[in-house]
């Protein structure tokens, strides 16, 4: 990538500066009220695998749904749907579909997070148009070089990979110089890219739902052909974990938190 178009080092630089809710800035008076509620939810949460099967307020699962979306994404580019299996025909059929797991069967309510990075492009043009006021104003030089010209680069994708390993072969003579960001290159990096966007959103939800008052639990367990068709998604679509949610029976809770050593899992270097 030519140095002009490291546009990531200074790219708010000509962006007018915008300062947000005051109460929303993150500092030592926003934790001593917010900081321990936090904690609560997030010990709180637990994969809960029995319920008693009633329905969340349709208000609560609206607003756990608008919390996840406020989760980060790469380049901001939102590459992923998040669908509430609402009627009780399509949740029968999507409990069936996760293997009629108790966690989906019992569930109030089940959700899909489904990763569409194949909707980059689409998903870029909205979001600039968002930007610019439909038009109205402009992207900064900055802004409008990193949408319009890096990001395009790095997640276009040619069936064939020849540009695909062009462009490994151009960030590994790059990265000689300097540091680089070096992935994604190929179709596999795209859905992993994809994933990790996705999965932020489903942590969020989670967390949202328990602060709402309702448990949760994540399910890997699904037959994936199934939900893809039973939500009529295209075949790009890949669902990256689908989620119950509603009011736990004391039996959902099927045992203590176990973790591993805090060793194995926080590297402090
Ligand atoms: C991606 C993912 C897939 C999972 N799949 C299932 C599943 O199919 N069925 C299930 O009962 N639990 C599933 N779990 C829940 C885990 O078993 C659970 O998170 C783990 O045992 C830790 O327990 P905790 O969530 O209560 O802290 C899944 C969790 C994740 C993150």
Not at 141 to 151: A, E, N, T
Not at 155 to 162: E, K, Q, R
Not at 256 to 264: E, G
Request: positive net charge; glycine residues 8%.
């Amino acid at each position: 990538m030519a140095k002009k178009d490291n546009v990531l080092k200074d790219m708010q630089g000509d962006l007018p500066a915008y300062k947000g809710d005051p109460n929303l800035i993150p500092n030592q008076s926003f934790a001593k009220t917010n900081g321990p509620a936090f904690s609560k939810v997030v010990e709180a949460r637990r994969s809960i695998r029995v319920y008693d099967g009633k329905r969340i307020p349709e208000s609560t699962v609206k607003l756990c749904l608008k919390e996840a979306t406020l989760a980060p994404s790469s380049s901001n580019l939102q590459p992923y749907q998040v669908y509430w299996l609402k009627s009780d025909e399509i949740k029968k059929a999507g409990a069936y579909a996760c293997l009629k797991q108790p966690a989906a069967t019992t569930a109030g309510e089940l959700f899909a997070i489904v990763m569409r990075g194949d909707l980059w492009k689409q998903n870029l043009n909205k979001l600039v148009d968002i930007m610019t006021e439909s038009g109205k104003t402009e992207l900064s030089p900055s802004v409008k070089s990193y949408y319009r010209s890096l990001i395009p680069k790095i997640m276009s994708n040619d069936p064939l990979g020849i540009q695909n390993m062009m462009r490994r072969i151009g960030f590994t003579l790059a990265g000689l110089k300097g540091p680089i960001v070096r992935t994604p290159v190929n179709r596999g990096d795209h859905r992993v890219w994809g994933h990790v966007q996705a999965a932020l959103v489903a942590e969020n939800l989670m967390l949202s739902l328990t602060a709402h008052g309702y448990d949760t639990c994540p399910m890997g367990g699904f037959d994936e052909a199934r939900i893809k068709k039973l939500l009529k998604l295209p075949a790009k679509a890949e669902v990256t974990m689908m989620i119950s949610a509603g009011n736990r029976k004391p039996e959902g809770l099927y045992g203590p938190r176990y973790r591993l050593d805090s060793d194995d899992l926080i590297k402090i270097i």
